[in-house]
């Protein structure tokens, strides 16, 4: 056989592989939503869970997860932002930063229910924050440190050395040179990781069964006391998030039309995680567009 024929039967088999793959998660994604956008509407999005009745929405679920994403990003970004910046910018090779990148490709490895063991131990138990939304955010920080801050770190590698001499050509010193020359022009690629990681923590549930619980109280729209249990914003409230409700729905059996909830639910937590996905190809490709254009 000679090289020609069998690089066009390695071709064959990769693209026939890569089909298959393809397939699979498509009808995966097809099936789950053919079951659940039948189930959703307006007030199954707003409406609050029901335990022993028909009829109940994810409302506050699904809240609480865009609420946990919030406070998680605000707690872990500037972290992974700081942790990037270094090890791209002012490491040095020694035993150190192998330290530090060992330490964050082990992290990255965690199974997610390891992560939730770890924050409940630490927060709930030890600090006494018990099952809320600052614990579920803390455990959560851990379980996106590692994936955020390689992220910020590539992104600032990947831009030219000579976006550097220039800073320090024009007379910058060299944090100015990373704060208004390197950091903007890697911004395209840090919106993009911070985006994908965003639908990582909004589809996680193993690590929030053990730290924001797995009850969902009903909100005082009217409170917005950061410290209330029954505010919105509550950082001490327990917080059931949409894919923990899911796994709930499916566990306890205590909703009469359970099957019906969780197809919605999942299709719902589908979409918001596709959106994810999609937005940050769509807002990384224009805002890199937009600088080299610039």
Same mark, same amino acid.
């Given at each position: 056989?000679? #090289? =020609? *024929? ?12 890569? %089909? ?14 053919? *079951? ?5 509407? +307006? ?17 506050? !679920? ?25 090890? /791209? ?5 020694? +035993? ?6 060992? #330490? ?52 600032? &590698? /990947? ?15 060299? +944090? ?9 022009? /890697? $911004?395209? %690629? ?9 639908? *990582? ?5 193993? #690590? ?5 619980? !797995? ?32 796994? =709930?729905?499916? $566990?306890? %059996?205590?909703?009469?039309? %359970? ?5 919605? #639910? ?18 990384? =490709? *224009?805002?890199? &567009? ?5």
């Amino acid at each position: 056989m000679n #090289a =020609k *024929r069998a690089d066009k039967i390695a071709t064959g088999v990769l693209y026939t592989v890569a %089909g298959i793959i393809v397939l699979i998660l498509a009808s995966l994604l097809l099936y789950i939503l053919a *079951r659940g956008l039948p189930h959703i509407s +307006w007030e199954f999005l707003t409406q609050p869970s029901k335990a022993y009745e028909t009829g109940g929405g994810i409302g506050v !679920q699904l809240f609480n997860s865009f609420y946990l994403l919030f406070v998680t990003m605000v707690i872990s970004f500037p972290i992974s932002l700081g942790a990037g910046i270094y090890l /791209a910018e002012y490491a040095k090779k020694n +035993w150190i930063t192998d330290l530090i990148r060992t #330490a964050i490709e082990i992290l990255s490895s965690l199974p997610s229910v390891v992560v939730g063991l770890f924050g409940f131990l630490v927060f709930v138990i030890q600090f006494g924050y018990g099952f809320s939304i600052l614990s579920g955010a803390l455990a959560l920080t851990f379980f996106n440190l590692p994936l955020l801050t390689r992220n910020v770190e590539e992104s600032l &590698k /990947a831009v030219h050395f000579t976006q550097r001499e220039a800073g320090l050509a024009l007379g910058l010193s060299r +944090w100015e040179t990373v704060l208004r020359v390197i950091v903007p022009e /890697a $911004t395209p %690629g840090i919106l993009t990781g911070v985006i994908l990681s965003s639908g *990582r923590i909004f589809g996680e549930a193993a #690590a929030l069964i053990y730290t924001a619980g !797995q009850s969902a109280p009903a909100l005082d729209f009217t409170n917005w006391n950061p410290f209330s249990v029954s505010s919105p914003i509550g950082l001490f409230r327990q917080a059931e998030t949409l894919a923990v409700h899911i796994l =709930k729905i499916n $566990t306890e %059996g205590t909703m009469p039309d %359970g099957s019906a909830v969780s197809a919605g #639910a999942s299709a719902v937590l589908i979409i918001a995680v596709l959106v994810f996905n999609f937005s940050a190809r769509a807002i990384g =490709k *224009r805002l890199h &567009k937009k600088l080299t254009s610039a």
